[in-house]
């Protein structure tokens, strides 16, 4: 699993590969458009531009997912980082699992929820190396040693969507201060997907409350 895009990485991070299910789509797929923003910074094609991401780079990656994101970027420059961690979030899940499907990194099974639903069930093909990436990450976030800007990025990427599943809030809590050095070499689509999390979850909170009756 070399030469797999920070996004790919991410989306494997998520994946639950003993049920074979990515638990939360709408939650992955802000983790996996936040993943391509900041991997286009990592890489200097994109910087911060007074709260809006540039494009600086000439010339594309070689990543489909991340050339379609710079193309977006290019022709909509007016835009600040969480407007973009939001926009086309689902359509750029779509487009990763595709290209990951064909590319043998996993095998993507389609099905319907009674009958009507689709879904998706991504059967990752190697998941010791998905295990591998588990383990660099929260050796990543108990570890004061250094760490690779790539490996700092998905750390924070990790922590800002909650992902429980990887980083325990616990965890998160205890290692807190760790968690802010790593954020500042990942760049500004960190925090701007922390703030679409938060968003998400009071939206989430207030719809089950009105369903109960609870809204008065």
């Known amino acids: ?12 991070l998520a994946c639950d590969t003993a049920r074979n299910r990515l638990p939360d789509r709408e939650r992955v797929a802000l983790l996996v458009r936040a993943a391509a923003l900041t991997d286009l910074v990592l890489r200097g094609q994109v910087a911060d531009d007074g709260g809006r991401p540039a494009v600086t780079g000439a010339g594309g990656t070689g990543h489909l997912v991340l050339d379609d994101l710079l193309a977006e970027l290019t022709a909509e420059p007016h835009r600040k980082w969480r407007a973009w961690v939001r926009r086309g979030a689902r359509g750029t899940l779509h487009s990763l699992e595709a290209q990951l ?53 998905l750390t924070s990427l990790a922590a800002a969507v909650d992902l429980s599943e990887v980083l325990p809030r616990a965890e998160r809590r205890r290692h807190r201060d760790r968690l802010a050095r790593l954020a500042e070499q990942a760049g500004a689509a960190v925090p701007a997907l922390r703030k679409v999390i938060r968003e998400l979850r009071a939206a989430r909170t207030a719809a089950i409350s009105a369903a109960s009756g609870g809204g008065g």
């Open 101 to 153: 499907d064909a590319a043998g990194v996993l095998t993507l099974r389609t099905s319907r929820v009674l009958g009507l639903f689709p879904r998706r069930r991504p059967e990752v093909r190697e998941p010791a190396a998905a295990a591998a990436l588990r383990d660099e990450v929260r050796a990543a976030l108990r570890s004061d040693a250094p760490v690779s800007a790539d490996v700092a990025a």
């Open 1 to 12: 699993m070399t030469e797999l895009s920070l996004p790919a990485r991410a989306y494997l």
